[in-house]
């Protein structure tokens, strides 16, 4: 056996080979053989590189294969070579999911079912876990750097993996079919609005009103549901962001990438076991308040920090952003109301609709379909009070057609509304004004 023919076998797939009985039982018993030839190595294994310890595994397993007349031929054996390298130097079945530029989410229920998010679909992996434990063992490996305990006193993590990406996991006693693991992977490169444009998340007319809204400074919610695409869009719409703002993100777990010049993030933090140390969304926000920001960005808006940032877009911070858990923009309103009202908002009902309706301008409603691609489902202005009731206007909704194939084709209607807003509407003089047209 080669390293050469090693190096290069295919790793986003298992074969046939496996997924059968011959592979696991091979690859356990060699590993076992492993960890006992590692075990009298002592402390030079720890010294080895990892092209050594590749080199050391394939010969141990060809000696193991020799001696037990295992019957498998070259290629299998360098597949079983692989998964055992990876279960040395690297993280076992999930090496291959986090190598893996198409995975997006991966979902483990126990040992034995690992789901995987490509393109917003769900697929079920061929690869698994020997055993619980083995899935401990992996996610042990990727805590550690993190200094991040889970046990049975602390049975649930939730951790931003060095990269970007995150981590939740929950086992016993809490978890009872077994350890259940999500990563969130992290996009390096984020999707822009030209980019989105192409994957069909809006058309080119609702692109031109976005970038028009962010740059007139007003004040954008983006509502959806899990997985609906809120941060990438979030990102995407603070790329319009002139370079010469001083933009504060403040996010529960990082994750949005802006590729922008004067960019201060902020991250919560977990209390201790004893609760100590806490620094909560709302903690952050409210100091961001004195950090001089020209924007201000909360990743998720979801409990007492609706207050603070509605104060913020209030008070001379326009141009703010966030995004929040709501199937239609008329929900996003109520759970702004409902989260503000949960945390102490001290006035009528009719105030702080008052107060949301002249702190929000848009709201961008982006949804995931049943064949898992991302829309923009429905752009909104907010438009002030009506009858003690917030009152909006739709620009444009997302009414797919049915094409002569029986496939869906894309559509966005104008509903023919042009918007209100008043900071739109002056950014606009000024553009006429200055000679820009608009813009680009």
């Not at 498998?72 to 070579?81: F, T």
């Amino acid at each position: 056996m080669t390293t050469t023919a090693y190096s290069h076998l295919a790793d986003a797939q298992a074969s046939e080979f496996e997924r059968s009985a011959l592979f696991l039982d091979l690859k356990n018993r060699t590993h076992e053989h492993l960890l006992s030839r590692i075990e009298e190595l002592g402390a030079e294994f720890g010294r080895w590189s990892q092209a050594a310890i590749a080199q050391f595994v394939l010969m141990e397993l060809d000696s193991f294969i020799r001696l037990h007349s295992v019957p498998v031929n070259e290629q299998e054996a360098l597949q079983v070579a692989r998964a055992l390298t990876r279960e040395l130097t690297g993280l076992g079945p999930l090496q291959p999911l986090l190598e893996d530029p198409l995975v997006e989410d991966i979902l483990i229920n126990g040992h034995g079912n690992i789901y995987v998010s490509r393109g917003g679909v769900l697929q079920r992996e061929t690869l698994h876990f020997k055993d619980d434990e083995h899935v401990l063992r992996i996610v042990r490996r990727i805590l550690a750097p993190l200094g991040r305990r889970l046990d049975e006193s602390s049975p649930m993590v939730d951790a931003r993996l060095p990269d970007g990406g995150r981590i939740n996991v929950i086992i016993e006693p809490l978890s009872i079919d077994g350890p259940s693991v999500s990563i969130r992977k992290f996009r390096k490169d984020p999707l822009t609005p030209p980019e989105l444009v192409q994957l069909g998340t809006f058309n080119q007319d609702i692109c031109r009103i976005l970038e028009m809204a962010v740059q007139a400074r007003c004040n954008i919610l983006v509502s959806g549901g899990t997985s609906s695409g809120k941060t990438s869009l979030l990102n995407a719409l603070a790329s319009f962001i002139p370079g010469s703002e001083r933009i504060v993100s403040i996010e529960d777990t990082a994750e949005l990438a802006l590729n922008h010049n004067h960019v201060v993030r902020l991250e919560s933090r977990p209390g201790g076991f004893d609760g100590s140390g806490h620094v909560s969304i709302r903690d952050l926000l409210r100091n961001s308040l004195r950090m001089r920001p020209d924007r201000i960005i909360v990743g998720e808006v979801r409990g007492g920090e609706v207050l603070e940032l509605l104060q913020a877009m209030n008070t001379g911070h326009d141009g703010s952003m966030g995004t929040i858990h709501a199937s239609s923009p008329r929900e996003c309103l109520y759970r702004a109301e409902m989260l503000a009202g949960f945390a102490g908002f001290q006035g009528s009902e009719v105030s702080l609709r008052r107060q949301i309706a002249n702190a929000v301008d848009f709201i961008v409603q982006i949804g995931r379909l049943s064949n898992g691609r991302r829309r923009l489902l429905s752009l909104t202005e907010v438009t002030g009070m009506t009858d003690n009731m917030i009152s909006m206007q739709e620009l444009y909704r997302y009414e797919p057609q049915v094409g002569p194939d029986g496939q869906e084709i894309d559509q966005w209607v104008s509903l023919g509304i042009s918007p209100h807003s008043p900071k739109l509407l002056s950014w606009w003089r000024m553009q006429q004004q200055t000679g820009h047209g608009g813009v680009r």
